[in-house]
């Protein structure tokens, strides 16, 4: 079974310094029919203006993933946790790590007063409760995701898998950057499920035509499926337990 998510279908939150398309049920955005895919619960593609960012807030068991699009993402937390990346932000190609944990204070925010930034948050679930909270931040090279799969995120319990981040789940987050015509083997296990999310540009995922924002859930498709650019393009996968 393939479920289509189309970019213009998702929620949409628009609070002067923040404009937000939701996949999932998140804040006042409620559509039973989109609480979530297994326990992958929210992709949140955010704009936040120069100067804008969420206030400190607090989860509990939910790992939290940031990936900047573009521009420059700032964070903090009551665990002395600060983005190390340039300029002390998190920048475009490089991914945070947050497990929430048995609970946690954090803030997100704008790195610069001039340019917004754009990022996509991404909560999963965990696969246990109440641990003690993380922290984790990395580069990763765009050269390593051209025309392959790279994998950014990885269950903790996989050791090193290339460098990738942790994740307190048995889910896997890969990406791939495309040109165009350039194409990529998609290998389904039918035991799995899959979200395939395209985060910028244009490609084609066996014979569908998909754009920034679009998605597709896999649930017991098997074999292997064909991933085309469709001019620059970067294409996120969830590989996710059934």
């Known amino acids: 079974m393939i479920l289509e998510r189309p970019a213009g279908a998702r929620g949409e939150v628009s609070a002067g310094w923040l404009h937000s398309r939701h996949t999932f049920s998140f804040g006042h955005y409620y559509d039973p029919q989109w609480m979530g895919f297994g326990p992958l619960r929210v992709i949140n593609e955010d704009i936040v203006a120069p100067g804008g960012g969420f206030p400190p807030h607090r989860h509990a068991n939910m790992e939290i993933l940031s990936i900047v699009l573009s521009g420059a993402l700032a964070h903090r937390d009551n665990a002395s946790n600060e983005g190390r990346g340039d300029e002390g932000v998190l920048q475009p190609g490089e991914v945070q790590w947050m497990s929430a944990g048995h609970g946690i204070e954090h803030s997100e925010f704008n790195g ?19 641990a003690q909270p993380g922290y984790a931040q990395r580069a990763f090279d765009p050269a390593a995701r051209e025309g392959r799969w790279a994998t950014l995120v990885a269950p903790d319990t996989a050791g090193d898998v290339d460098g990738a981040l942790p994740l307190r789940q048995q889910a896997w987050l890969r990406a791939v950057r495309l040109a165009d015509g350039q194409a990529v083997d998609v290998v389904l296990d039918p035991a799995r499920r899959y979200w395939l999310h395209v985060a910028t540009g244009d490609a084609e995922f066996d014979g569908r035509a998909l754009s920034a924002g679009d998605a597709l859930g896999l649930v017991e498709e098997g074999g292997t499926r064909r991933l085309l650019g469709r001019g620059a393009a970067e294409v996120l996968l969830f590989d996710l337990p059934a």
């Open 112 to 130: 610069s007063k001039d340019a917004p930034v754009h990022f996509l948050q991404i909560w999963i679930q965990p696969d246990r409760l109440n």
